[in-house]
């Protein structure tokens, strides 16, 4: 199996701060790697697939970047409603396999 | 708009067998692939496996031998029997549609049920 690897697993920000979460696979993935939002209570949504192509309706201070083994989700200004858990995923084989999440909360 | 809303008992006894159904509406069963993902309280996000229409499926192997996910095309829906549960087991269980962006393997989950806690207690 992949492995994939987030760091931090927490961060604190305040609104307006640019935010970095970094994902790691275990080999090369090239580009097949996909970023979800999720809130509590809530199921993932999806913000980024093929590392860098924004999803219908995302905002576009969400990006995203990286090929083979390391990967970044960016917010360029963080919003009110960005704190929230991030995942990353990759689709390169199976079985699917996700990073441990990293939460974003208000500092 | 694509919806799907899974459907089970929230309780199931250890050593028995877990059944959820998802209804997807607003989209034919018969396009991509439909897929269950779990996550246990507090935890990150598993993946189960998916299905095809024809009923091809396939497995996460961690799982493999107490799984089985089925399609019933008639009724817009895909199921997931999870056999021999014991405590680990418990979880909120997501069905999603899972998409090919690409020829090769990109693969993307789109759209996601709301999760429906199942806890395995005596």
Same mark, same amino acid.
């Given at each position: 199996?992949?492995?994939?690897?987030?760091?931090?697993?927490?961060?604190?920000?305040?609104?307006?701060?640019?935010?970095?979460?970094?994902?790691?696979?275990?080999?090369?993935?090239?580009?097949?790697?996909?970023?979800?939002?999720?809130?509590?209570?809530?199921?993932?949504?999806?913000?980024?697939?093929?590392?860098?192509?924004l999803?219908?309706g995302v905002p576009s201070r969400f990006?995203?970047?990286?090929?083979?083994?390391?990967?970044?989700?960016?917010i360029?200004?963080?919003q009110?409603?960005d704190?929230?858990?991030?995942?990353?995923?990759?689709?390169?084989?199976?079985?699917?396999?996700?990073?441990?999440?990293?939460?974003?909360?208000?500092? | 708009?694509?919806?799907?809303?899974?459907?089970?008992?929230?309780?199931?006894?250890?050593?028995?067998?877990?059944?959820?159904?998802?209804?997807?509406?607003?989209?034919?069963?018969?396009?991509?692939?439909?897929?269950?993902?779990?996550?246990?309280?507090?935890?990150?996000?598993?993946?189960? =496996? /998916?299905?095809?229409?024809? &009923?091809?499926?396939?497995?996460?192997?961690?799982?493999?031998?107490? *799984? $089985?996910? #089925?399609?019933?095309?008639?009724?817009?829906?895909?199921?997931?029997?999870?056999?021999?549960?014991?405590?680990?087991?418990?979880?909120?269980?997501?069905?999603?549609?899972?998409? =090919? /962006?690409?020829?090769?393997? &990109?693969?993307?989950?789109?759209?996601?049920?709301?999760?429906?806690? *199942? $806890?395995? #207690?005596?």
């Open positions: 199996d992949i492995q994939m690897t987030q760091s931090p697993s927490s961060l604190s920000a305040s609104v307006g701060d640019r935010v970095t979460i970094t994902c790691r696979a275990s080999q090369s993935i090239s580009n097949y790697l996909n970023w979800y939002q999720q809130k509590p209570g809530k199921a993932p949504k999806l913000l980024i697939y093929a590392a860098s192509s999803q219908g990006s995203g970047s990286g090929s083979g083994t390391d990967f970044t989700l960016t360029s200004s963080l009110p409603e704190f929230a858990t991030y995942y990353c995923q990759q689709s390169y084989s199976t079985p699917f396999t996700f990073g441990g999440g990293t939460k974003v909360e208000i500092k | 708009q694509v919806q799907l809303q899974e459907s089970g008992p929230g309780l199931v006894k250890p050593s028995e067998t877990l059944s959820l159904t998802c209804t997807v509406s607003g989209d034919s069963i018969r396009s991509y692939y439909w897929s269950w993902i779990r996550q246990p309280p507090g935890k990150g996000l598993e993946w189960i =496996g /998916y299905i095809h229409y024809s &009923g091809s499926a396939n497995y996460n192997p961690s799982l493999k031998s107490r *799984v $089985t996910i #089925s399609v019933d095309t008639s009724k817009n829906q895909f199921s997931l029997k999870l056999s021999s549960v014991t405590a680990a087991d418990t979880a909120v269980y997501y069905c999603a549609r899972l998409r =090919g /962006y690409d020829i090769l393997t &990109g693969y993307l989950f789109d759209y996601w049920g709301q999760g429906t806690l *199942v $806890t395995v #207690s005596s």
